[in-house]
């Protein structure tokens, strides 16, 4: 009778030590997950890309560049000197520069990248997203309409003005208007060296998202989607 008690007993230890050990390697994976889902730690001062080898892919989707020997790194792997001028407009009024290891090598396994934009009179920066950043923006010159969406689908919005800051946590839709009389320079930054971008408008009408869907979605005839994907996806040409 001893014998049987002492066994259900150890069988019961054993039975809550598994269970403590499961609990375990859940909260561990979960820790894992949060972790690689933002740019690692670095564990040196700097890492200066090696042009010889390509980019690595890891298994957050991050890239990253192998470095090269710290002793090759040199004053002008920290500088850059690309966002003196505008880049290229488009034909919402919109010119960006965006900079990242890939151009500025100093960046790399800081976690940070930035970006330079120009709103000519009247331009906008349409809504969009970066699904892996937070981005705070300084507003250079001019007076720009710029805010962001909750997921409560409040909107959070005022015009800044010359020297003003504002931030857009990660993953949540804002765009900028200029609504000034002159054109306006904008100095973005943020928290990741690959931040991702996704253009609402872009995503929702150039991807080819079944049309039917989009109808039913918008309330918009055929030809109004038809109209909206071709504007979005330069391949649709009927």
Known sequence: MTQIKSSSSCTKAMYQNLITIWFLVIIFSFQCTITLASDPDPVQDYCI????????????HLMILPCKNSTEATTDDFVFSGMKLSGNFTDTGLATISVNPTIFPGLNTLGMSFARADLKVGGINPPHFHPRATEIVYIVQGS???????????VFARILEQGEVMVYPRGLVHFQMNVGKKPATIFGSFNSQSPGLQKIPAAVFGSGINEELLEKAFGLSPKQIGKMRRKFNPEISN
């Open 144 to 154: 720009v309409y710029s805010g962001f969406v909750d997921s409560t689908n409040r």
């Open 49 to 60: 890309p090696n042009p010889k080898f390509g980019a690595i892919k890891t298994i957050s």
